[in-house]
């Protein structure tokens, strides 16, 4: 590196605490490939004319400014233990060049200092580190070909090493616990630790994790106890003999099998064994379709006589109720486990076709349950586990949001174990066209966590990863991946053909054992089951099997998918009657007063902001007055539900203080930056839960209907920053909360806040688009309303708990109302006997008008409408005067509301009647409002 001036002063000092830690590596990307030490150019400096002599002032003061950062260097790595205390070549080269420096000093052309010894018995040390890095390369994780990949990095050669070298004994050895061990031995152990059918990739972790993989790796542990194994090998005949049945007995019948990825079963198994040891009480399941009937029935014991059941056509989803049902391979599922260690219970999420949009809600089913059995801190004893497709996790941007969620104080769940089925194909798509990283794990190195690379043909290191996965989960509450490197033994279903665009893999497949087989033929070798077993085993099985398809035919079995148990329990499915019926929403004088003295009151070691304290004052005098705005409504509302006993829940983007500066739910200190939330102290630990999320909708979303359906006794809310960006969450509204309860028979409470009006912000942050929501209502699925009130907001809130069951509720909310001078509502109407009103009257009745209507026979025309654009036909029409204009509104959409407007249609039979919306005519809800009427 040449040296001017101007360079030496721009030369970086040591970073105070940036020392590595024993046992890590440089930064990612800082070790380049063999052979890229860069070669003298031709034509430079030093092979043309020689420079004149340098001034020895400047000489000395450029060497030494240039050796500092070598000496740092040096230093440095001199405390990894793995270097033997020597510094060679090539490797100090590698690193050096990976902080920006090259080995030597030019000045004025001239090398005045090699720094680097050469000592080749260094380089076992890097050797051995090299194995931590680059050793999943090598490993042999691929089932079909059994091979290890080459590894430059790994060869003795990249260290200047020869095998003339491996009967030498080399001090490294220490440090992996084998002193003075030969370099064979040392290389013997290393590849063993990392380069088996059981890999590991964490060079990306923080030093304690870093640490926590080595012992776990480096370290010998023993294999597994003989009933263990014996136990895995019964799992596996159970796995492929169900796939065996089904192929032979529904010929065609789509099942999605998991053959190839078996191991997949016996790894669910020693996660309840091994969990239930140590304290978990629960595991919640997601999964794609891949596997998923093998896991439901030899998993969750799912009967298979339901299973054949619905392959025969069997059909009952409504058990008396309208409904349209799902495929077999979409079904959820719940039980108890008993196990040796007692009780745990396992819920299968469903899911629909959109492989990863499960993920965020199994989260969010996870954290409900956490809350239920007062897991909230540990995290320890509900353990979600998310079952992936290899191109699904890398190609899905889900995936990654709910990556992002899990270290969040609102979202985490103390980690989930990710298990990925790594077909190495997607559906026809073969890798190298479905991601751009080595690894489909790739997108999980974001969260400095380790990833599990296991080759799926041998059950015990699959159950090893398994273990690790629990274990590290467990010790650092952080999600742990497993890739579970298998294969398809079919196509993408059982009738696609995979050849036409796999044909080399699939030449491969064909001759290939199962993983009953392999796994059979060790334990037969090994003398733990004799070749009766090997044989007999799965014919017995089959025979086992078959007597619940002569059941399932005999006794005409049906499907049964909900009970209303558990938190469910005292809950109903509601009639068409019941959507209609009036609901005691009302709150008394005493309860409102002390959540309002909550709401406007802090600790006095606490210091609000002045503007904050201003807004304050101003909602104190609401309560004296008794007028109260949106923003104070909505809050009267969480206040007196969690005072109820009613957990509330409320999350999306920037939702504690509110998008447009209403809600102030939380308050930050301006001179220490706490936060302190007024409604938390109405209610016991979690009572009252508000969190800022992070920019996602999808996810967030996703998780917020997990929630909801796992625990209907809270109320969830999620808010959309601005209306339309629930669009970025389409999949959940149209697959899950729009559709869950017609297809699964899965209810929830689940409000959608969507701010919406046309305020002059642009075609992006005007319309929340209720006319998608509107094509979506069929048979009570759920309500839609676009409130005009502060009461008739809170009364539609208190609604959702109030009521004997469930159904989400998407609710068009206002922005320039927050602030609106007449869009504020009388104490009276949130006191005992008000209610929510399905349509409200105009406001000239009600003395929020200066205008005195004419009675209801001169009344010539009556404009129906909803939401903002009531107040902006409420202004026009006082001002001018017209006072034969009544203006009607609908509050609620959806369930419509016939017989509350007819009741107040009736009154002006004179009149004709126009419908007015502030959207264009192709939007808004004129196309829903117009048949009804």
Not at 290 to 303: A, E, W
């Amino acid at each position: 590196m040449s040296v001017s001036e101007s360079d030496s002063a721009s030369v970086p000092a040591p970073v105070s605490g940036s020392v590595p830690a024993s046992g890590s590596v440089p930064a990612s990307g800082s070790v380049p490939a063999s052979g890229s030490v860069p070669a003298p150019v031709s034509g430079s400096a030093t092979d043309s004319v020689p420079a004149p002599a340098p001034d020895l002032g400047f000489s000395a003061a450029a060497f030494v400014l240039a050796l500092l950062p070598r000496l740092y260097v040096a230093i440095a790595w001199a405390r990894e233990p793995v270097w033997d205390g020597h510094y060679y070549d090539f490797g100090a080269r590698r690193i050096a060049e990976g902080l920006g420096y090259s080995d030597d000093i030019v000045l004025g052309g001239r090398t005045v200092w090699h720094p680097w010894c050469h000592y080749p018995v260094g380089y076992s040390g890097f050797l051995g580190l090299v194995y931590r890095i680059f050793g999943h390369v090598k490993a042999t994780l691929d089932p079909l070909t059994w091979a290890s990949a080459p590894c430059a990095d790994l060869e003795l050669k990249t260290h200047g090493l020869s095998e003339t070298d491996l009967n030498a004994p080399f001090e490294v050895g220490s440090v992996i616990g084998l002193p003075r061990a030969k370099l064979k031995d040392i290389i013997a152990h290393m590849e063993k630790a990392y380069c088996g059918t059981l890999a590991v990739d964490f060079l990306d972790c923080p030093s304690e994790i870093q640490a926590w993989v080595r012992d776990k790796f480096e370290r010998e542990t023993g294999g597994l106890p003989e009933e263990t194994r014996k136990k895995v090998f019964s799992d596996l005949v159970r796995t492929e003999a169900i796939e065996k049945f089904i192929h032979t007995r529904f010929v065609g019948a789509k099942r999605f099998s998991v053959e190839g990825g078996d191991a997949i079963i016996p790894m669910l198994e020693h996660l309840v064994s091994i969990g239930s040891q140590r304290g978990m009480q629960e595991v919640v399941l997601g999964m794609a379709h891949r596997g998923r009937v093998n896991v439901l029935s030899t998993f969750m014991h799912k009967p298979l006589d339901l299973i054949f059941a619905e392959f025969e056509g069997a059909h009952d989803p409504n058990q008396g109720f309208v409904a349209d049902g799902d495929v077999k391979y979409h079904m959820g599922y719940s039980m108890d486990r008993e196990t040796a260690h007692g009780k745990v219970h396992v819920s299968l999420a469903f899911n629909p076709s959109h492989l990863e949009a499960v993920n965020p809600v199994v989260c969010g089913m996870a954290r409900a349950k956490q809350r239920i059995r007062k897991d909230n801190r540990d995290r320890r004893n509900v353990v979600p586990v998310l079952i992936h497709g290899d191109a699904a996790f890398i190609g899905q941007g889900v995936v990654a949001e709910t990556l992002q969620l899990s270290q969040l104080e609102g979202y985490t769940v103390g980690g989930t174990i990710h298990i990925v089925v790594n077909n190495q194909v997607g559906f026809t798509t073969s890798p190298q066209y479905s991601r751009s990283s080595r690894y489909c794990t790739d997108v999980a190195k974001a969260l400095n966590i380790p990833v599990f690379h296991v080759n799926g043909d041998d059950p015990e290191a699959c159950l090893r990863a398994l273990e690790l996965a629990y274990e590290f989960r467990q010790a650092f509450g952080k999600d742990a991946v497993i890739d579970l490197v298998c294969y398809r033994r079919f196509g993408h279903n059982e009738g696609d053909e995979p050849s036409f665009t796999q044909p080399l893999m699939y030449h491969l497949i064909k001759k290939h054992p199962t993983v009953r087989e392999i796994y059979g033929g060790k334990l037969r070798n090994e003398g733990l089951i004799t070749e009766a077993d090997l044989s007999g085993a799965l014919e017995k099985e089959l025979d086992r099997i078959q007597q619940f398809l002569d059941k399932a035919r005999k006794e005409n079995v049906k499907p049964k998918f909900f009970a209303f148990e558990g938190r469910w329990k005292g809950l109903r499915r509601p009639s068409s009657e019941d959507m209609f019926r009036r609901v005691d929403t009302a709150a008394p004088m005493d309860l409102l007063q002390k959540v309002g003295k909550a709401l406007t009151t802090w600790p006095s070691s606490f210091t609000p902001h002045a503007k904050l304290q201003k807004l304050l004052e101003g909602r104190a005098k609401m309560m004296e007055t008794g007028t109260v705005d949106w923003g104070m409504a909505e809050l009267l509302a969480y206040g007196a539900l969690v005072a109820e006993g009613t957990p509330v829940r409320l999350s999306g983007q920037d939702a504690g203080r509110g998008t447009f500066t209403h809600r102030h739910a939380v308050f930050h200190d301006c001179n220490t930056g706490a936060r302190y939330s007024p409604l938390a102290t109405l209610g016991g630990e979690g009572d009252f839960a508000v969190y800022d999320s992070m920019l996602s909708e999808f996810a967030v979303l996703g998780f917020e209907y997990g929630n909801a359906i796992t625990d209907p006794r809270a109320l969830t809310i999620w808010e959309a920053q601005f209306g339309d960006f629930a669009n970025g969450a389409q999949i959940m509204v149209d697959q899950f909360i729009s559709s869950g309860e017609s297809k699964w028979l899965r209810m929830s409470g689940l409000v959608l806040l969507l701010p919406h009006g046309y305020e002059g912000q642009g075609p992006e942050h005007s319309s929340a688009r209720p006319e998608r929501f509107l094509q979506m209502c069929a048979q009570d699925n759920w309500i839609v309303a676009n409130c005009t009130t502060p009461a008739n907001y809170f009364h539609i809130l208190r609604r959702q708990i109030h009521r004997t069951f469930r159904k989400p509720l998407v609710l068009m909310t206002p922005k320039s109302l927050l602030r609106h001078r007449l869009c504020i509502s009388d104490a009276d109407e949130f006191l005992t006997g008000s209610t929510f009103h399905r349509v409200l009257w105009d406001d000239a009745e009600k003395g929020h008008s200066e205008l005195t209507l004419r009675p209801d026979a001169e009344i010539r025309r009556v404009v129906l409408c909803s939401g903002k654009v009531y107040y902006d036909l409420l202004e026009a029409r006082d001002a001018r005067g017209l006072d034969d204009v009544y203006l009607m509104r609908l509050e609620q959409f959806y369930p419509f509301p016939a017989h509350s407007a007819v009741k107040e249609l009736e009154r002006f039979r004179a009149a004709d009647i126009v419908w007015c919306q502030e959207e264009p005519k192709n939007q808004g809800a004129w196309t829903f409002v117009e048949p009804n009427l």
